[in-house]
């Protein structure tokens, strides 16, 4: 499996509504390729995995509240939200997905003031579990 670049996690995970920071409901995820570059993930990149949590209902919870269906299609979570790339086609994994709800960037607010470390974790398990089944 092959890490997704920064700039991918940002078009993937752009406008997810909900939390604070709200979305213009633009994006420009358009112009980004979805095709991840060809490279090896380095030791730090393959031991940095997210936190299992406890259960994955807590994922899918903080997916639902945090709005991210409304920018967002994950076929699991029911979502077909068009202004964000589509979770199901990107794949991220949950380290990408961590990190672009913790920070933001790419038209999507951050997170990471509004969600817990814990409820993050859960729904970057979640998305990178789910998405593309």
């Known amino acids: ?3 997704i670049p920064v700039v991918l ?3 993937a995970l752009a406008g997810c509504g909900g ?6 409901g633009t994006s420009d995820a358009s112009s980004v390729s979805s095709t991840p570059a060809a490279t090896t993930p380095t030791q730090a990149q393959t031991q940095t995995t997210a936190p299992r949590p406890s259960s994955g209902a807590d994922g899918a919870k903080v997916f639902a509240s945090a709005g991210c269906g409304g920018c967002h299609t994950l076929k699991a979570a029911g979502s077909t939200g068009n202004v964000g790339p589509d979770l199901d086609d990107l794949k991220p994994s ?3 997905v961590k990190a672009q709800v913790t ?5 999507m607010p951050a997170f990471g003031g509004s969600l817990s470390s ?5 729904v970057a398990t979640y998305v990178a579990t789910n998405a593309g089944r």
Request: charged share 10%.
């Open 1 to 3: 499996m092959h890490p």
């Open 9 to 11: 996690v940002a078009a």
């Open 94 to 96: 949950a380290d990408a």
């Open 103 to 107: 920070d933001g960037g790419g038209g």
């Open 19 to 24: 939390g604070s920071g709200g979305s213009s």
């Open 118 to 122: 814990a409820e993050i974790a859960a």
